[in-house]
């Protein structure tokens, strides 16, 4: 009841704060671009029309224009959500410590680790149900317009909100620490960007140094934080297989479990932090 | 069963990244406050008033001691289960209305949802709120918010109320209706621990009162016994004997003060006062009365502040 209680309230919180409402309103809007401006070409079965303007070009034959067009939305939605994301709910932990809010809620007979986690799941549902909602919407205009029904991106939009709930787990660690939104929002896209690079380090960060040290330092900072760009690669894998060498062919399961237990070790961490401090 | 027994509470904060500062908050605080009464803490700013009640709370770790508040440890969640806190300077969440806060504390300290609707609705009433429950908190002034935050630490029901400077921003109406909701939760057994600056609020409804300063509490009593700590007697003589007389009296009496045709006379008991009155006397002068003066708790905080600050 009291963790139910606080979930809704951050719930509550980051939807009062109306930038969740207007990512939802952008969402709706390309929605409702996709559901009257979408369709099948009535002269080629692999092209797809967007306001009497044909598409027919997919980077290859083994793969269709329409999953080539989902594989792309995927990439976006997911890339703008870890964005946009951001900023809609990395200020949530730092407010709940401001001087004045905290003093209340540690007065309160809830356990300091059950606060946070409340907090962090109520910010990660108002995101998981922009993203979702988008993910099913498109799905069913797509289906609905062009006959495809591609469950693999439908999945893609839940895979989606498991990679944000692994990725608060570093935000609310930064939130703790630095009690300040702004930096909040900086080291947060500064972990975004590492993690794209830590993703690509065989063929990126390992070259720019020949040294066996720092190969390991970064598999061990890649294996200590969630797998941002790995699930998100994984998850396209459910949708097509992109003819790309980096991106997997089928649905992996290690980005999304070694993320896992990188998120509940840094939640673990945060929980510690939290214990500890004199508020 | 003590509402609150703390023993050897410190607490040592540091200060600083790299020149590791250390500052004593608290220095082994004893403390004990008996249900069903009113308990006032003072002291000067940064005396350690507030780190004590986080501490009681558990919303700061003591670096040593230890306490219960009606027997059980303190911070711990059974403990909170029964108490109700209202900080100072609080901030409720600008977007929520009277009633929406009350419900989400409400929740958040575990009753159940039908049985906090009635309760709002009587709490509301009882801070004089009940007209704006449905308008949002951004629009309150101070003293609102007070009265909001009174009703949030009420809303449990609780046996103890911890109270940080609750008449902040109040006005003197306010503050009156404050004293006497206090009161009346007094006579419903509820213990209240009180922080305040307003030395004669705290004055006119506490049962105990103390003194703490630089971490350390210097006097703890019933207020009767805090304001007769300086005792004085105010000793009226003659208005017709002359000035020069009193004033060379005066010279005998070097610890008295006189005020037009009184002396105040400081004495431990009566056979000091008598000493003074037989040099009086000596000189032929009337008396006219004898009356104990009782300083105010204001008076006996400042002395007692400014005597510890001069050790």
Same mark, same amino acid.
């Given at each position: !009841? ?7 309230? &951050? ?14 309103? #952008?969402?709706? #809007? ?12 009535? %002269?080629?079965?692999?092209?797809? !029309? ?12 083994? @793969? ?11 990439? =976006? ?24 809010? @905290? ?29 979702? +909602?988008? &993910? ?15 469950? +693999? ?16 787990? #570093? @935000? ?5 620490? &630095?009690?300040?939104? +702004?930096?909040?929002? !900086? ?7 590492? %993690? ?20 390991? !330092? ?8 969630? =797998? ?33 237990? %990188? ?13 500890? =401090?004199?508020? | ?7 050897? $509470?410190?607490?040592?904060?540091? $200060? ?16 004990? *406050? ?33 306490? *219960? ?207 003074? $009155? ?34």
């Amino acid at each position: !009841m009291r963790f139910i209680g606080m979930v809704r309230y &951050t719930l509550n919180e980051t939807l009062r704060k109306g930038t969740l409402l207007f990512y939802a309103a #952008i969402g709706f #809007i390309i929605v409702l671009f996709f559901a009257f401006g979408l369709s099948r070409s009535p %002269s080629s079965p692999n092209a797809i !029309m967007i306001f009497g303007r044909q598409f027919t070009e997919s980077p290859s034959e083994s @793969i269709s224009i329409i999953d080539f067009f989902l594989v792309m939305l995927h990439r =976006q939605a997911s890339s703008s959500m870890l964005l946009f994301g951001v900023f809609g709910v990395a200020g949530l932990i730092p407010s709940l410590l401001e001087k004045g809010t @905290i003093e209340i809620f540690l007065s309160k007979p809830l356990n300091r680790s059950l606060l946070l986690f409340a907090r962090s799941l109520g910010a990660t549902l108002a995101i998981a149900m922009n993203i979702i +909602g988008f &993910t099913f919407a498109v799905w069913l205009v797509i289906g609905l317009r062009l006959g495809d029904w591609n469950w +693999g991106f439908l999945w893609s939009g839940f895979l989606s909100a498991y990679s944000f709930a692994c990725f608060f787990s #570093i @935000i609310t660690f930064i939130g703790l620490t &630095t009690r300040s939104t +702004g930096i909040s929002v !900086m080291l947060a896209f500064m972990f975004a960007l590492i %993690s794209t690079g830590l993703e690509l380090r065989e063929t990126g960060l390992y070259l720019l140094w020949e040294n066996g040290l720092y190969h390991r !330092m970064l598999d061990v900072l890649y294996y200590c934080t969630p =797998q941002l760009e790995g699930m998100s690669r994984s998850a396209t894998a459910m949708i097509a297989a992109l003819p790309i060498s980096t991106f997997p062919t089928q649905f992996q399961v290690a980005p999304f479990v070694f993320s896992l237990a %990188s998120s509940i070790g840094w939640y673990g961490l945060s929980a510690w932090y939290f214990s500890r =401090q004199d508020f | 069963m003590k509402a609150v027994s703390l023993t050897g $509470i410190s607490k040592t904060y540091t $200060i600083g990244a790299l020149a590791r500062r250390k500052v004593e908050a608290l220095k082994g605080v004893d403390l004990s *406050v008996e249900p069903g009464q009113i308990f006032g803490l003072l002291g000067p700013n940064g005396a350690g008033k507030t780190t004590l009640v986080k501490i009681i709370l558990g919303i700061v770790h003591p670096s040593q001691g230890n306490g *219960v508040v009606l027997n059980h440890p303190i911070g711990s969640t059974t403990m909170l289960e029964r108490c109700g806190y209202l900080p100072e300077n609080h901030r409720f969440p600008l977007f929520l209305t009277a009633r929406d806060t009350l419900l989400f504390f409400g929740r958040l300290s575990g009753i159940n949802e039908l049985s906090l609707k009635h309760k709002i609705d009587s709490l509301l009433d009882l801070v004089g709120l009940k007209d704006w429950k449905r308008v949002r908190i951004k629009r309150f002034s101070k003293g609102m918010l007070q009265r909001l935050g009174l009703a949030q630490a009420l809303i449990n029901d609780p046996q103890i109320l911890f109270l940080d400077e609750p008449t902040d921003g109040v006005d003197p109406i306010g503050r009156k209706e404050i004293r006497d909701i206090l009161i009346d939760l007094k006579k419903q057994g509820k213990t209240i621990f009180l922080n305040s600056h307003m030395l004669s609020e705290v004055e006119s409804i506490s049962d105990r009162v103390a003194i703490l300063n630089k971490g350390e509490i210097v006097k703890i009593g019933t207020v009767e016994e805090i304001t007769r700590a300086g005792k004085e007697f105010l000793v009226h003589v003659d208005p017709t004997v002359s000035i020069e007389l009193l004033e060379r009296v005066l010279q005998e009496l070097p610890s008295a003060r006189r005020e037009n045709s009184s002396f105040v006379i400081p004495a431990n008991d009566l056979k000091e006062l008598n000493r003074s $009155i037989d040099i009086l006397r000596s000189h032929r002068i009337m008396i006219v009365s004898v009356t104990s003066v009782r300083s105010t708790l204001e008076e006996s905080f400042i002395q007692l502040i400014k005597s510890e600050t001069a050790q």
